[in-house]
């Protein structure tokens, strides 16, 4: 993400971001795969994120 964020307004568009960004870290050969701390200082909750590859379905985009 980039100085020229925007403002997420919708589940819609956050899943849209993280799309891209964890297609961005796969195609640079990251591995997207397991936990990631998301520390943010103490103006902003922390979290803890879990990426696990699922099995595609025939609706895959």
Do not use: Q
């Amino acid at each position: 993400m980039t100085s020229e964020e925007t403002s997420l307004t919708s589940k819609e568009e956050l899943n849209a971001e993280l799309k891209a960004l964890l297609r961005r870290a796969y195609e640079s050969g990251l591995n997207v795969e397991g936990g990631f701390e998301c520390r943010n200082g103490v103006e902003h909750p922390d979290w803890d994120v879990i990426v696990t590859e699922v099995e595609k379905n025939e609706r895959s985009e």
